[in-house]
Every structure is written in C-alpha cells, then in structure tokens.
C-alpha cells in the first residue's frame, strides 16, 4: 500500500489500487466497530501433539473475527491491519487474557499438563506494558508461566535481536517459554538462533507440504534445533506420510488437520477426552 502515498492525488490512483484501498479501508472501520463490541473475536485452539505416541501435548490458540454480517475474516488479513492501526496491543491482551482462562479451564478439566501457546505480534514486544499484561493475565487466571509458551516469528526475531532478547530473559522470571514459529521463512536463521535462548523451533507449514518430495529444508531445521537443544514442532501436518516423515527425522511434536483442525471449547475438551483415553 505504499504506493498510495507516492502517487500523490486520487486521479492518479489505479482503477484497481482504489478498491483496494477503499476495501481496507472498509474493513478498518469494521475492525474499530468489532472493537466495541468483543463478542465478535474469540480464540480457537488447535491441539499439539507428542509425534511418537500422538499424545497430547498443548494447544496453540488463534484468533478468530467474524464481521457483523458473519464473514469470518482470517488473521492474515486483519492481524497487519490491527498492527497498523494501533488495536494490536489491545487484541493481544484480549487473546492473552482468553487463552490464560482457557488453560485455566483445561486444567481443571484434569488436563493439567498441557502448554498453551500464544502468538505474539512485534507491536506487543514492543509495548513497555507487555510484560505486566502477561503477568496480569496468568495471575488473573491463576496458571503457571511454565505451562504457557509465546510464539514469535522468525524475522521479528531477526529485526530487533536486542529488545527480543531482553524481553527473552525477562520471560525467564515467569517461567514462560519462547518458540520461533515460522521458522526457514526467514534470512537470519543461523545467527538468530544462536543469540537467542528459545525453547523450541516451528517449522513452516510450507516445508511440511514439500517434504515428501524433498526433506532437505525440514531436515536441516530439526537437526539444527537439536544441535541447538530446542524441541522441534511441525505445524501443517496433513498426512500420515507426512507425520512419519518427521518421525524417522526426529522431529519431536506436531500439530496439523491429520489430528485436528483449530476448534472452540467445547470441541477441544471432545477432542483432548477422546486422545488422551
Ligand atoms: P501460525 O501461528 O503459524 O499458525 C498456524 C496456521 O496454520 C493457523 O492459521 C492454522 O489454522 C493453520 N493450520 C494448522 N494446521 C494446518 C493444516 O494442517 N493445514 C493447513 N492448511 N493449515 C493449518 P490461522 O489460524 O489462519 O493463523 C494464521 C496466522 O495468523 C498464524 O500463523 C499467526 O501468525 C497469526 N495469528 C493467529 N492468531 C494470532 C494471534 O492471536 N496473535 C498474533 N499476533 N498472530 C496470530
Ligand atoms: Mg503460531
Ligand atoms: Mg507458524
Ligand atoms: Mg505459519
């Protein structure tokens, strides 16, 4: 969208580039207005499991919006919109607060060892109040930091080594753990990898998609994730080939619509009865 502001005036914008500017600008104001009203976010979560015995190991929780005329809207879409517009830190706080009394829940349903994972926006890192959102949140809830994990991608990672490493060693007091999610999307993998003290590697859904015709990328980054004692993910598994794939390469958790899809409460507590009898 940079171009809008070289262009200069609205008679030198595209046919094209006008909708489009004026569809993100449509679903900005619907973004504030669904502000106002929270019920139309929630926090699916998408069960993560043990690949040797398909156990389960943790959720991951995801945001969902549905507009008021019932359009649900991925997060790929209004997530950089909400970062752009100042809600992110807002939303953030809504899913840490979501996801710290859904793990509550789940522990009191007797599933007291399961990690809950929280993707994290670069806007949040960089909001001086995180930490005390964090913390309020688990104290709110009353759960253990040591059961919640922060997903960061790999290239906020890579963009600001210093603030996420301080943020890193902060996190070290609560017991929260940190997982580089995307991982071999970005440029700086080796160098990041080594500066940072993180907990676990996710490999990208892209590399779990290829794998069965070429493994070289997933292969390297479980290794590299070994060699560097994290415990390595796989999100996007979709088949069984693709889960014995990462099994004979070591690869230690999954996660992937071949064990299920995101889901809502009272789904998840089916699913998490059902696998974990
Ligand atoms: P992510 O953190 O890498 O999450 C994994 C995405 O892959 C999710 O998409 C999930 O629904 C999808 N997925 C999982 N298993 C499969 C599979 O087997 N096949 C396919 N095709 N897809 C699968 P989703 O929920 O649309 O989220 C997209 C991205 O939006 C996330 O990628 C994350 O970067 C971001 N996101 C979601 N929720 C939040 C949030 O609460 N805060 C922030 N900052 N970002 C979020
Ligand atoms: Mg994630
Ligand atoms: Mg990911
Ligand atoms: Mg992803």
């Known amino acids: 969208q940079a171009k ?12 094209a580039l006008g909708q489009d500017a004026r569809a993100r600008m449509h679903l900005l104001r619907e973004l504030r207005e669904a502000f106002d009203a929270h019920d ?23 945001l969902r919006w549905r507009t008021a005329n019932g359009e649900l809207i991925a997060p790929d879409r209004f997530i950089p919109l909400a970062e752009q517009s100042g809600l992110m830190i807002a939303l953030g706080a809504f899913v840490l607060r979501n996801a710290c009394q859904q793990l509550r829940r789940l522990r009191d349903a007797g599933h007291d060892a399961l990690t809950m994972a929280i993707n994290v926006s670069h ?17 709110e809830a009353g759960v253990p930091g040591s059961q919640v994990e922060l997903e960061i991608t790999e290239s906020m990672a890579a963009e600001d080594l210093e603030l996420v490493r301080g943020l ?9 753990r940190v ?14 990898l080594r500066h940072l003290d993180a907990q676990r590697l996710k490999i990208d859904r892209s590399f779990v998609t290829e794998m069965l015709q070429d493994n070289s990328i ?22 069984e080939a693709q889960r014995d794939a990462l099994l004979a390469l070591g690869c230690d958790e999954g996660q992937g619509w071949l064990y ?18």
């Not at 890193?168 to 929260?176: C, E, F, N, Q, R």
Request: hydrophobic share 50%; no cysteine; proline share 3%.
């Open 4 to 15: 809008l502001h070289h262009r200069g005036t609205a008679v030198y914008f595209s046919a």
């Open 179 to 192: 997982a580089i999610d995307d991982f071999g999307t970005g440029f700086s993998s080796l160098s990041v």
């Open 123 to 139: 806007v949040q890192l960089r909001d001086p109040d995180f930490m005390m959102l964090l913390k309020a949140s688990l104290d």
């Open 40 to 62: 139309r976010f929630f926090v699916v979560y998408q069960p993560k499991v043990h690949l040797a015995n398909g156990r389960p190991s943790g959720v991951e929780a995801l």
């Open 260 to 277: 299920a899809r995101p889901l809502e409460e009272a789904a998840l507590l089916a699913w998490l009865a059902n696998a974990s009898a």
């Open 168 to 176: 890193l060693a902060a996190l070290k007091t609560l017991g929260v």
């Open 218 to 239: 997933a292969r390297m980054v479980i290794s590299l994730g070994h060699t560097q004692r994290m415990a390595v993910t796989a999100e996007g598994i979709e088949t």
